[in-house]
């Protein structure tokens, strides 16, 4: 399903990506594990048309996103770090345009939208402005947006950042269903070490570009000789987690949500 | 097609919902009519120049809709910060629909701003010369309205934050106004600034709405109508080159 080849990608001389390859195969639920700045969204991007590779091969649904662009956008849903709804469009609005942009039938578009806003429960806001909505409500809205083309493969990067633990776990059951339910092969990326050993069955772990390991979350506790993911990967990486000091432009990503309130 | 038309559709509909935006943007034509206009009245009548409120009306409407055209630029770098242009950029559509789109969007809502700001200068004793000119007219407020949407996301592809655009408005856009003719009448002017308002594009926006609406135009009136439609054109061309290139 998702095939990558040494890709790298460089901004100027610093390297986000650094020569990461790995294959994921229909179905699977897998985690990008990696502390701030590890190189996730770059190489989410990647796979999904927003960024050329500097170099390396991507096959997504048998697809060479480089390539064959627009094949390749309607094979996958995306769920960006940051929100990307139009707050002052409804909730009905919003999925509305995507489906004009994915060319959706007209006569599909209204049981589509309405079986996909009961799906993740915001049928009865679907006429409420999306700016009236809570951050919870927000990302739900948009993996229902993602799913309107019925994509082969969703991205979620960071799908629960800034969600209290309760909308969080709401969240993991909606898209545990699509997996399970549709074999739909989920990628999302997380710094939550729990959320990667309870929900993916397959765990990549990058740090500074690179993969550093991958394997069930079983798996890699073994390999690490470790009693939890959490130890595993200060094993591998030389360091916490959370200890990573993030890059200016990262903080200032933060800085933006935190006044967004989110 | 029908994406060009959604997101025309949308720029429309934020457009309507905004009532603070509506009415803030016209109680600015509305000072200029009441302060200028008033203001400078009688001076204008003593110089020999006949009715200023006759000929600052049409400068009036062209600020306008300068003004909201340009503010298609600051929408795109709000989409850009609060998250919707990457939504656009993942679509399997043209970058060219998207930015058409916009643009076509930004400039109907110039050009309905520009027609409610012609209805709100009768208030103040403006008279249309020519009845049958009308329809032209509306046409050519949205050719205006084109143009400086596609100058306003032109340059919104190259900035990050809203300060930028700040400066281009001070620096760019307020002489773009002064200049062009919209509040005195250019001939006579310091040849310097002679030559600044043949560089500027909205002195011919201004030259084209004040002939078909008053029939007493500073130009020829079709060379500036080429002019625009020309420099329109272009606009929208290097936008959506300048579009299809930007990064996230
Ligand atoms: N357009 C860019 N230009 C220059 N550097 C960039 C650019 N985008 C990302 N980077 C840098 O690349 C590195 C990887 O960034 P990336 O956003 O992929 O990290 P991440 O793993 O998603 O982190 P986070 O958990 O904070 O989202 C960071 O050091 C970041 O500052
Ligand atoms: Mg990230």
């Known amino acids: ?262 | 097609m029908s994406t060009i038309y959604i997101l025309w559709l949308r720029q429309l509909k934020r457009y309507l919902r905004s009532k603070a935006r509506i009415v803030g943007s016209l109680a600015q034509p509305l000072l200029f009519l009441v302060a200028m206009g008033f203001g400078f009245g009688p001076f204008f009548q003593k110089a020999g120049q006949g009715n200023y409120m006759e000929f600052l009306s049409p400068g009036i409407i062209a600020m306008s809709i300068l003004f909201t055209a340009i503010f298609t630029g600051i929408d795109m770098i709000w989409d850009r910060q609060f998250g919707f242009l990457k939504e656009t950029f993942v679509a399997p559509v043209p970058r060219s629909y998207i930015i058409t789109g916009r643009v076509l969007g930004g400039a109907t809502v110039a050009a309905i701003q520009g027609a409610i700001v012609l209805a709100l200068t009768f208030i103040f004793g403006f008279r249309v010369g020519n009845w049958f000119l009308i329809p032209a007219t509306l046409v050519i407020m949205l050719v205006v309205a084109t143009l400086f949407a596609a100058l306003g996301s032109a340059i919104a592809t190259q900035l990050e934050d809203m300060q930028g655009f700040q400066l281009i408005m001070n620096f760019l856009v307020m002489p773009m106004f002064f200049f062009s003719g919209a509040l005195f009448p250019l001939n006579g002017l310091p040849s310097i600034l002679t030559i600044v308002a043949r560089f500027d594009p909205m002195t011919y926006g201004v030259d084209s709405l004040r002939v078909l609406l008053t029939s007493a135009g500073g130009m020829a009136l079709s060379p500036s109508i080429i002019v625009l439609f020309v420099l329109a054109a272009g606009l929208l061309w290097l936008t959506t080159v300048l579009f299809s290139r930007m990064e996230l």
């Open chain 1, 1 to 262: 399903m998702l095939f990558v080849k040494n890709l790298v990608k460089k901004f100027g001389d610093f390297t986000a990506v650094d020569d990461i390859s790995f294959r994921i195969e229909k179905g699977e639920f897998v985690a990008f594990l990696g502390p701030n700045g590890a190189g996730k969204t770059t190489s989410i991007k990647m796979f999904t048309t927003l960024l050329h590779p500097t170099s390396g091969t991507i096959e997504l649904n048998g697809i060479n996103p480089v390539k064959d662009t627009f094949d390749a956008r309607r094979s996958f849903g995306i769920v960006f770090q940051d929100p990307s709804l139009d707050d002052e469009l409804t909730a009905y609005e919003n999925i509305e345009i995507h489906a004009v942009l994915y060319k959706i039938p007209k006569k599909d578009r209204p049981g589509r939208i309405k079986e996909l806003l009961n799906f993740v429960e915001l049928w009865e806001r679907r006429n409420n402005l999306v700016k009236t909505f809570s951050g919870g409500m927000k990302r739900r809205l948009e993996i229902a947006r993602s799913l309107m083309h019925q994509p082969a493969i969703l991205f979620l990067d960071e799908p629960t950042s800034g969600l209290d633990p309760q909308t969080r776990n709401h969240m993991w059951e909606y898209i545990q269903r699509l997996n399970r339910e549709q074999q739909m092969t989920v990628v999302f990326t997380t710094h939550y070490m729990e959320e990667a050993a309870k929900f993916a069955r397959k765990i990549i772990i990058i740090d500074h570009g690179k993969k550093i390991e991958e394997g069930t979350p079983d798996e890699l506790i073994k390999k690490a000789h470790a009693s939890t993911l959490e130890d595993a990967f200060l094993n591998f990486t030389g360091h916490d987690i959370r200890e990573e000091t993030a890059s200016a432009a990262d903080r200032m990503r933060q800085r933006r949500q935190a006044w967004r309130g989110k």
